[in-house]
Nanobody
Framework: QVQLVESGGGLVQPGGSLRLSCAASRSPFSINDMGWHRQPPGKERETVATISRGGSTNYVDSVKGRFTISRDNAKNTVYLQMNSLKSEDTAVYYC?????????WGQGTQVTISS
């Protein structure tokens, strides 16, 4: 499995922005899908956004128009640009990468939206 290192979480006011990054260690195999999940306090984990190796994206309805997922294949890195943040976006955000049938996860980064 590859190792993933997340960064970019923190505390921001409603309406603010954050950019999450997730860098995967070098792998001899191509990374296929990459994405982000989140787990709000007291709730189940949900898929936030996914991106294929070719750049096709999908988003959960609650973040469409506010979040943008992107990737840099040369750097094995996936990003999540989060704009117009709301209190309900508060969660621990986890990135993942898929190589073949195997999925590796980041350690999670806390995102808190509060005034």
């Amino acid at each position: 499995q590859v190792q993933l290192v997340e960064s970019g979480g923190g505390l921001v006011q409603p309406g603010g922005s954050l950019r999450l990054s997730c860098a995967a260690s070098r792998s001899p195999f191509s990374i296929n899908d990459m994405g982000w999940h989140r787990q709000p306090p007291g709730k189940e984990r949900e898929t936030v956004a996914t991106i294929s190796r070719g750049g096709s994206t999908n988003y959960v309805d609650s973040v469409k128009g506010r979040f943008t997922i992107s990737r840099d294949n040369a750097k094995n890195t996936v990003y999540l640009q989060m704009n117009s943040l709301k209190s309900e976006d508060t969660a621990v955000y986890y990135c993942y990468v898929t190589i073949g049938a195997s999925r590796s996860w980041g350690q999670g980064t806390q995102v808190t939206i509060s005034s």
